[in-house]
């Protein structure tokens, strides 16, 4: 055990209880933010002459669907997250097992950039436009996410220091 990977366990269990607790909120004040997908995804708050309004989804259906998608992968990103989490602490004495264990934090941090960046950057940002809306723009929030993500994923990817023992 090393302090490296104490620290990669402390970050990657904040990341997981954050997707988790994003997840939570969303189901408690469901309709916060189901008024965000609702006017994201319908375009209602772009720039009034966008020739891009075609694209707009007007079926509440489909906007509960959307939420619910979200809802569910941010919840799919923590439970994976934390499942990397507990495999990391079963193989913090074995270099082998702690390596293998990083398979679970690659997987939930994969998900949450899905979710986060191509779910609301690119989907929502661009091909919803929400980089038009002065109220319903989550582009900045989204990417902070991303930038989190990747850091977590970098770091834990990055290989532990060996121990070294003092002879003699």
């Not at 990391?88 to 939930?108: D, E, M, S």
Request: include cysteine.
């Amino acid at each position: 055990m090393n302090i490296l990977q104490i620290s990669k366990i402390i970050i990657c269990l904040s990341l997981s209880i954050f997707a988790l607790l994003v997840g939570f909120n969303n189901l408690a004040d469901y309709s916060s933010n189901y008024s965000f997908v609702q006017h994201v995804l319908s375009m209602d708050t772009v720039f009034p002459e966008s020739a891009l309004k075609s694209r707009a989804i007007l079926n509440p259906s489909l906007w509960s669907l959307a939420y619910g998608l979200i809802i569910f992968t941010e919840f799919v990103t923590g439970v994976l997250l934390a499942v990397g989490v507990l495999a990391l602490v079963r193989g913090i004495n074995n270099p082998q097992a702690f390596t293998h264990a990083k398979n679970w934090i690659y997987l939930g941090c994969s998900v949450g950039f899905l979710l986060w960046f191509f779910g609301f950057i690119v989907l929502g940002g661009e091909w919803f436009c929400m980089w038009q809306s002065k109220e319903w723009n989550g582009i900045e929030p989204a990417f902070r996410f991303v930038a989190l993500i990747m850091l977590t994923f970098v770091f834990v990817a990055m290989p532990e220091l060996p121990h070294h023992k003092k002879e003699g």
